[in-house]
């Protein structure tokens, strides 16, 4: 197989393959999570319930001083490589055209050298990730072979774009080809893992805030 | 400054009678001033150094006449348009008064019979030395062979039976290179590229659609001139000419990399001269010599014309998306699928949740109430 | 034939404004290193701006720059070849034309002077031998003295 | 309720709230209990966690031990695999594919068994679940996918009651709170003796049984054992506001044992007395005393409990005290001129949103108060809570989690600490001796009734 071939393999089957799967998966997994629903609550309240997920839902980007505190190094290195993972995802021209052309629509994008150096960014900061998952005594005790797995799909997402980036992978098409792949790699295995916290987790919040909210209480 | 030398640095035996192409060139009164000039345009044309110029002259010398039989298949005569109507004609003629073009359908007066018995002629008397230029993709040989045939010849006993005896085989354009257009999906002809049958020569391929002029002739001068074949890419293409993308040596290339991209062909950044990528540029994954040889004789080529790299030399370019889709983008239509696979997913979905719910409440009416009766067994 | 400035063609709207590709610089800062080069170590360079990724513009923006010198020549042979000395002392550029006076190549040499408007070495035994074969001819001029 | 249903495998009778035999806590109970408590927050949590270990930062118990095992959410991971087997689409798929493919021939059924819940697995996580776990909810603050943990370990109780894997602390208290009435074991005879005697030290009236009063107060055993100041106080602060109150003969303790052990039946039994009598009074409020698992039991836990909305509004008493300064129904005089300090206690803050209201009322009659450096939302537990103090094997831990209560109050140096909960007070005061430190502390209920103006008195007797 050529490199243009196996480039046009992973950007025309294979990325109709994965793109089907994850949706599939996702919406499974999100409709499976709300369609068992919750009991009704009979105490009065004393605040609103959608109000405080609402808002929960965006209050959880900011950490809370005292767990920035207790652990500056999670705090920053996970917000860090959090925010990269999205600004090249959703910012990087190829990937608006992408997204312009499987969803019609597309907003404006960084310029190429800012995403680059976000991109680098992000790769330090989930290098420093695992790092820490492996040194850190509770990350150690609670990571499963799962958790590895999905840092692993995740660094070879960024790794194998940016070395298309800088073409460090010769023949471009293979290096393009890779980094498809690993894109569809990251699609196909993100709603059988943990990675539908970037769905779920808003569900989360939501009900997080919802419980407390109905109490009074912004969480 | 000119030495010359009474041998090929190969040291292969030359042909009798045949005179060397320094001799050549003085016999037709060229200067050692206009040898110099020549040696550093053939330098500029073969993509190497100028400091080169010395060797090229050294090695020009004592070089032989080669014999080239031209084998046009399933072609559109486009790459012999491009060789023709090479726009710097001194040196590009210098080196086709070379070469012995033995046999060429578009080129040579004779035809019929005397034209096949002209390439067989030529076939005998240099045997083993001769190059084969190949122009258009061919049926293979599983493939209808009426698809296209030659004096009543298929092509691809007319491509085997030459080879057999040649030197070496330059596939001329992306057909002959890697299938190009005949192979284009869905194929009919069964067409395949020169080297899917050509195995036990050594295959040069020169993609492009046409490839550039100078690129052609740049490939015969270097095997004239140093009497082997140049480094070649995974492709088989010469690396002098193939060995760094349309993107690397873009002048658009700043653009691209300050984020600064025509959208339309008519906007500002496209009268800006803005980075063609969002309009379908090929230019990133495309290998070829445009951005510094240029067309029409260095006049300009696609990309300072406006138009995005189509990837032309890359093999099946014709199916490898839309033409003006960035290269990020997939052939086909994702959306409908989306929809599909989505609908799927929350049918599925609610089936499996309403499921797991029917099974909560399930638990719910075997629940046994908790006494303190019972609590006060355990103590 | 009519050539292609015959063609009749009318422009709408406004040219769009000059454009720096910024490719023009680089080349310049090559150019200075080379000359170094040829204080330094008598090496001499040549650059092909024909493999230059040059944009509409660069190729006279980087002329500009370079200004012309004092000297002006022209080789004849083999079509004409123009060589202009930059306003940079030793720095020429070299254009190469063929018989219909289109560009085969574009060289900058930094040099003493350029190689092309030197005499060839082997033209020069040449030139003795003929110079030889005029003095012994009966109807020369006395030898001339040491 | 009372719908008979046979629990697959088990010879249990009907479930009919009366008797039943011991072993009637089994795994399969276990089992079923938790899977009664899957929702749709508790799917959403499990699928959000990526095992960052942020929560162990908000634990006391996991930072003054730095035990990784105390990690909260690893707490919960029984009810998780339970989950992921039985509530995942995927779960589901690999449990098939299990059966079906032969695996065990292939020598791959150790690598796709995957982790089964066992009774031993409860049993191991029976201390985790309770000896180190006030349920004080600060885990569920901090979590960065927004998982509210508190809320999943309140539901993983559940199945640890059904399974039969309760400390024996809790078991007790439950039993004692529903066949006495109180956890202590304790009478209406002892509180009526403590009646007579704030009756004759105030010279005032303890209003008991009176029907169509605006409030209906409840005490907890805790609190007349320990702290008979508190209703001293109360009393004088009704009479000098002119309130119109009662206490119930028939029911006049708040906690619930139930919501402590995780027994939703047990907690409905208890609630259920406090609504009789309420109703049989035909109170318009119930005030719930100055303790903090009261007040989630009856305010919030309560009616989902019994399934139904109350004819009555809940408050705590901070709440009333509150809206009595609010209303200038309270006139106080002098200020406290020591260093007074704040303990929220977690079901009252963070758990139930009454955060500026002591705040106000310590503002009332204190001139140099200061708020520990994290508190209301974000305070930190005293450690006691949620059972953890009536559960003897957590002693340890329970002293080792005081640790960090005890830096945060080092770090403001307050004379006396105030507080309005008596199981806070209580470990207030054992964990400051303890540690040697001579901090008094007092329930702000007594504070503000030391300031009431005297002269009021008569006009609203």
């Keep these: 197989m050529t490199a243009v071939e196996f480039l046009m393999l992973t950007k025309g089957p294979l990325f109709q393959a994965a793109l089907a799967v994850f949706a599939l998966g996702v919406l499974v997994r999100l409709v499976e999570i709300l369609a068992l629903g919750r009991a009704h609550n009979y105490a009065a309240p004393r605040g609103s319930a959608a109000l405080g997920g609402l808002r929960t839902m965006y209050k959880r980007f900011e950490p809370d001083p005292g767990t920035f505190k207790a652990a500056p190094f999670d705090v920053v290195v996970g917000m860090v490589w959090h925010i990269g993972f999205i600004v090249a995802l959703l910012l990087f021209i190829p990937h608006v055209e992408l997204i312009k052309s499987t969803f019609g629509i597309a907003w404006p994008a960084l310029p190429n050298p800012v995403v680059d150096a976000i991109t680098a960014i992000t790769i330090l900061g989930l290098l420093a990730a695992l790092v820490h998952r492996l040194a850190h005594p509770v990350k150690r005790f609670l990571s499963t072979p799962e958790d590895y797995l999905i840092w692993g799909v995740t660094f070879l997402v960024m790794i194998t774009g940016y070395l298309a980036y800088h073409r460090l992978i010769n023949p471009y098409p293979l290096a393009l080809g890779i980094h498809i792949l690993a894109a569809e790699i990251f699609l196909v295995v993100l709603p059988f893992t943990k990675l539908t916290h970037m769905f779920t987790a808003f569900v989360a919040r939501y009900y997080n805030g919802a419980t407390f909210g109905r109490k009074g209480v912004q969480s | 400054m000119v030495t010359a030398s009474p041998h090929?640095?190969?040291?292969?035996?030359?042909?009798?009678r045949q005179a060397t192409l320094g001799e050549s060139l003085r016999r037709n009164g060229v200067s050692r001033r206009g040898f110099l000039k020549f040696c550093a345009a053939t330098a500029s044309m073969m993509a190497l150094p100028p400091s080169?110029?010395?060797?090229?002259?050294?090695a020009l010398e004592s070089a032989r006449r080669p014999s080239v039989i031209w084998l046009s298949f399933q072609e559109c005569t486009g790459c012999t348009e491009s060789l023709t109507r090479s726009f710097s004609p001194t040196v590009e003629n210098l080196i086709l008064d070379t070469i012995s073009l033995d046999y060429h359908h578009t080129l040579q007066a004779a035809a019929?019979?005397?034209a096949e018995h002209a390439r067989e002629a030529a076939m005998h008397a240099n045997a083993g030395e001769y190059l084969v230029v190949v122009d258009g993709s061919l049926p293979g040989p599983g493939a209808n062979p009426g698809y296209s045939t030659i004096a009543g010849i298929s092509n691809y006993d007319m491509l085997m039976e030459t080879v057999a005896d040649a030197a070496a085989v330059i596939a001329v354009g992306s057909c002959a290179a890697f299938g190009g257009l005949p192979k284009a999906s869905p194929n009919p002809s069964g067409a395949v590229a020169v080297q899917d049958l050509v195995k036990d020569k050594p295959v040069i391929n020169v993609s492009g659609c046409p490839p550039l002029p100078m690129v052609i002739t740049g490939v015969l001068a270097q095997y004239l001139t140093f009497g082997k074949l140049p480094e070649l890419d995974q492709y088989n293409r010469p690396l002098a000419f193939f060995g760094q993308s349309i993107h690397d040596r873009c002048y658009r290339r700043p653009f691209y990399d300050k984020g600064l991209f025509a959208e339309t062909f008519d906007d500002e950044g496209a009268k800006k001269g803005w980075c063609?990528?969002?309009?379908?540029?090929?230019?990133?994954?495309?290998?070829?010599?445009?951005?510094?040889?240029?067309?029409n004789g260095g006049t300009s080529w696609p990309v300072e014309a406006g138009a995005p790299c189509l990837g032309c030399s890359e093999p099946d370019f014709w199916d490898a998306g839309g033409f003006y889709d960035a290269l990020s983008v997939p052939p086909g239509n994702s959306g409908d699928m989306l929809l599909a696979a989505g609908a799927a997913g929350v049918a599925v979905g609610a089936g499996v949740g309403l499921l797991a719910r029917s099974q909560a409440k399930g638990a719910a009416k075997q629940h046994q109430t908790v006494t303190a009766e019972e609590l006060e067994q355990k103590l | 034939m009519a050539s292609i400035g015959d063609i009749p063609i009318k422009v709408e709207g406004e040219p769009a404004a000059p454009v720096a590709y910024g490719n023009a610089l680089p080349v310049l800062s090559q150019v200075r290193h080379a000359l170094a080069q040829l204080i330094q170590g008598g090496e001499p360079t040549q650059i092909d701006l024909g493999a230059m990724p040059f944009g509409p513009g660069d190729e006279e923006r980087l002329m500009t720059l370079l200004g012309s010198g004092e000297v002006t020549a022209s080789v004849d042979a083999l079509g004409p070849t123009r060589i202009q000395e930059t306003a940079f002392s030793g720095v020429w550029v070299v254009e190469y034309l063929n018989t219909d006076g289109q560009r085969v190549a574009l060289h900058l040499e930094v040099d003493h002077a350029p190689r092309l408007l030197r005499s060839q070495p082997a033209d020069l035994s040449d030139a003795l031998a003929a110079l030889d074969a005029r003095l012994s001819a009966p109807d020369a001029n006395p030898a001339p003295g040491d | 309720m009372t719908e008979a249903v046979l629990t697959p495998g088990a010879d249990l009778p009907e479930s009919s709230g009366t008797t039943q035999a011991a072993g009637g806590f089994s795994l399969a109970r276990g089992l079923n209990a938790l899977r009664e408590e899957m929702d749709a927050p508790v799917a959403s949590f499990f699928s959000s966690c990526v095992h960052c270990g942020l929560c162990a930062t908000a634990c006391p118990f996991f930072v003054?031990?730095?035990?990784?095992?105390?990690?909260?959410?690893?707490?919960?991971?029984?009810?998780?695999?339970?989950?992921?087997?039985?509530?995942?689409f995927w779960g589901k798929l690999k449990g098939v594919l299990r059966e079906k493919l032969p695996l065990d021939k292939l020598g791959l059924d150790k690598h796709f068994a995957g982790k089964q819940v066992t009774d031993e697995m409860l049993a191991e996580w029976e201390p985790l679940l309770y000896d180190s776990c006030t349920m004080c909810g600060r885990c569920s603050m901090v979590c960065p996918v927004g998982n509210d943990i508190q809320y999943m370990i309140r539901k993983a109780r559940e199945g640890q009651v059904a399974s039969g894997h309760s400390p024996e602390g809790l078991v007790a208290a439950s039993v004692r709170a529903v066949n006495t009435g109180s956890p202590m074991g304790l009478k209406w005879k002892t509180l009526d003796v403590q009646i007579r005697h704030v009756e004759q030290s105030t010279g005032l009236e303890v209003p008991i049984d009176k029907q169509g009063a605006d409030y209906l107060v409840l005490l907890s055993s805790m609190e007349i054992i320990n702290f008979p100041e508190y209703l001293e106080a109360l009393t004088k602060i009704?009479?000098?506001?002119?309130?119109s109150w009662t206490l119930s003969q028939q029911c006049f303790e708040a906690?619930?044992?139930g919501i402590q052990i995780g027994s939703k039946d047990i907690a409905a039994v208890l609630v259920q007395r406090v609504v009789d009598a309420a109703e049989a009074l035909d109170v318009k409020n119930v005030i719930s005393p100055e303790c903090g698992h009261a007040y989630t039991a009856i305010r919030w836990e309560g009616p989902n409990a019994i399934k139904r909305a109350y004819p009555f509004k809940v408050f705590h008493i901070i709440e009333v005290l509150d809206q009595l300064r609010a209303d200038g129904r309270i006139k106080t005089e002098g200020r406290e001129d020591d260093r007074l300090s704040l303990h929220d206690p977690c079901n009252l803050a963070r758990k139930s949103g009454v955060i500026q209201q002591q705040r106000n009322l310590m503002d009332l009659v204190a001139e140099n108060f200061v708020d520990l450096k994290e508190h209301g939302k974000m305070q930190w537990c005293c450690g006691a809570g949620g059972g953890v103090s009536s559960n003897e094997r957590a002693e340890a831990l329970k002293l080792a989690a005081f640790k960090k209560k005890k830096a945060q109050i080092e770090e403001v140096e307050p004379d006396r600490m105030v507080t309005m909960c008596a199981t806070c007070r209580t470990q207030l005061e054992e964990g400051l001796e303890e540690f040697t430190m001579d901090i008094p502390v007092i329930g702000l209920t007594e504070l503000i009734a030391d300031?009431?103006?005297?002269?009021?008195?008569?006009?609203h007797a």
């Design chain 2, 276 to 295: 063609l990528y969002r309009l379908g540029c090929k230019g990133p994954m495309t290998y070829n010599a445009c951005a510094t040889m240029k067309w």
């Design chain 2, 8 to 16: 090929r640095p190969d040291g292969r035996p030359a042909p009798a």
């Design chain 4, 64 to 88: 003054e031990t730095g035990d990784p095992k105390y990690t909260p959410i690893h707490k919960l991971e029984p009810m998780r695999i339970l989950w992921e087997q039985e509530f995942t």
């Design chain 4, 451 to 459: 300031h009431l103006v005297e002269s009021d008195e008569g006009t």
């Design chain 2, 112 to 114: 019929g019979d005397a």
């Design chain 2, 52 to 58: 080169m110029a010395p060797a090229i002259a050294a």
């Design chain 4, 238 to 243: 009704f009479a000098h506001a002119g309130v």
């Design chain 4, 255 to 257: 906690t619930n044992a």
